[in-house]
């Protein structure tokens, strides 16, 4: 157990209301913390706030702070545009928070150092319209840290270890059943606000059929709001029930500023027998014998008939797939070639003409004589009327293939501009015109 009489002429270390005279007469850098006073292990949050009376300013950290002695975490760290709040009701002046850090000082540390934060301030409103940026520095003023009190006589020496907080503490489970020789979890769980990174420890006594395999600490929730668990695995070799007497975690509380002692236990560790072997797994009736020497006749794998069976069934099956996507290949690039496309085309119109869709089979014919002659004819884009694409292909393909693509036309404005009367079916003329077309097409 450490000495609890501090002398007093350390206790005041590091920073509390700490400002600086700026560098530019329109900005101050100070630091102010939410406590002036505190204690060993006691969390404090230390704001860095910029002052000016600009609405918005360009802030880059030119050095953080380093906290020595002190176990800190960074809440806020803002940096680039920044804008600057009035202060409310008053307006007096605006303000921005640069940076916000929880730190608590250690309370094995004799010596608590905090180097100032250093930043660069960039004005968006200079006159010249070309701003230099300005370095602002803090300085530290003192913020007093008060030593621990010495523990009271009630409380035995070692018990406590450190730990500073607002804090609570209890067992998870104040009943353990176990088995003999094997393995179980004892849990202790510490949760409040405290300077959590120095309580490493709950000290559990244990009595002597007891086996400590693993100690384990384990951490979650915020800040203000942590809580610790340790976890002993124990192995008990006793045959029988048991219970842990009570023991003590003692801790330093500022708020009320004095220690609390809070008693666990007892801890009833309940045995279970284990249960019986199933007779099948038992191995009462097991005759070990003693070693011997035993020979196998060797025979090499290339002479096996098995072997190579196999190798020629892998074989087969490699060849097999190998067909497989080859023909799959080949029925996918006759998918792309024209003449695929177009007999599918074909397909199309002579199914709508079994079914004696009329309006549609007449019209499917239509748009394909008209691609199939420029296509033959090798007509440009722009030609969109039919009797144009005629004219054009005269003298460029065969007299059948325009007497065929005239055929089809004819019958699809006859048949499309019918009046009242009800039209006669289509012919299978145009049926045998688009399939000599599409012969020569192919």
């Given at each position: 157990m450490r000495n609890q009489k501090v002398p007093a002429f350390w206790a005041v270390a590091v920073a509390g209301a700490m400002w600086v005279a700026p560098a530019h007469a329109g900005f101050q850098f100070k630091?102010?913390?939410?406590?002036?006073?505190?204690?060993?292990?006691?969390?404090?949050?230390?704001?860095?706030?910029?002052?000016?009376?600009?609405?918005?300013?360009?802030?880059?950290?030119?050095?953080?702070?380093?906290?020595?002695g002190f176990w800190s975490e960074n809440i806020t760290l803002r940096q680039g545009p920044i804008p600057l709040l009035?202060?409310?009701?008053?307006?007096?002046?605006?303000?921005?928070?640069?940076?916000?850090?929880?730190?608590?000082?250690?309370?094995?540390?004799?010596?608590?150092?905090?180097?100032?934060?250093?930043?660069v301030v960039k004005s968006f409103m200079d006159p010249n319209g070309d701003p230099r940026p300005q370095e602002l520095e803090c300085e530290i003023a003192p913020l007093t840290i008060?030593?621990?009190?010495?523990?009271?006589?009630?409380?035995?020496?070692?018990?406590?270890?450190?730990?500073?907080?607002?804090?609570?503490v209890r067992a998870d489970s104040h009943e353990i059943f176990f088995q003999k020789d094997e393995p179980t979890q004892l849990r202790i769980s510490v949760q409040g606000d405290g300077n959590f990174p120095e309580i490493n420890e709950v000290h559990v006594p244990m009595p002597k059929e007891v086996e400590v395999l693993s100690r384990k600490a384990y951490q979650s929730g915020v800040a203000q709001m942590m809580t610790k668990t340790f976890e002993y695995t124990l192995v008990p070799h006793a045959g029988e029930s048991f219970e842990l007497p009570e023991f003590g975690f003692t801790w330093f509380d500022p708020q009320l500023k004095q220690y609390q002692r809070r008693m666990l236990g007892p801890i009833r560790f309940r045995f279970e027998a284990k249960p019986p072997i199933d007779p099948i797994l038992a191995l009462e009736g097991v005759e070990l014998k003693a070693a011997g020497k035993s020979w196998s006749v060797y025979r090499p794998l290339a002479r096996a008939a098995w072997f190579w069976i196999l190798q020629l069934l892998g074989i087969a099956a490699l060849a097999a797939l190998a067909v497989r996507e080859v023909a799959r290949r080949r029925a996918y690039a006759q998918s792309l070639l024209p003449a695929y496309r177009w007999k599918s085309s074909l397909e199309e119109v002579r199914q709508l003409y079994q079914s004696s869709q009329w309006d549609q089979m007449l019209g499917r014919a239509d748009e394909l004589a008209f691609q199939w002659l420029k296509e033959l004819a090798k007509l440009p884009s722009p030609v969109v009327r039919r009797g144009?694409?005629?004219?054009?292909?005269?003298?460029?393909?065969?007299?059948?293939?325009?007497?065929?693509?005239?055929?089809?036309?004819?019958?699809?404005?006859?048949?499309?501009?019918?009046?009242?009367?009800?039209?006669?079916?289509?012919?299978?003329?145009?049926?045998k015109s688009l399939e000599a077309l599409y012969g020569l097409v192919a």
């Open positions: 630091g102010e913390f939410s406590k002036p006073e505190i204690y060993e292990g006691e969390a404090v949050t230390a704001n860095f706030i910029l002052i000016g009376d600009e609405d918005a300013v360009e802030v880059e950290v030119a050095r953080f702070p380093e906290f020595r009035a202060d409310f009701p008053a307006r007096l002046f605006r303000s921005a928070l640069v940076g916000a850090y929880r730190i608590i000082p250690m309370v094995q540390r004799k010596s608590h150092v905090m180097n100032p934060m250093k930043i008060l030593p621990l009190p010495p523990l009271p006589p009630e409380i035995p020496t070692g018990e406590f270890r450190g730990a500073v907080g607002h804090l609570s144009e694409a005629l004219q054009l292909a005269k003298g460029k393909v065969q007299n059948t293939a325009i007497d065929s693509c005239e055929t089809i036309f004819e019958a699809r404005d006859k048949f499309a501009y019918r009046g009242i009367r009800p039209p006669p079916a289509p012919t299978e003329a145009v049926l």
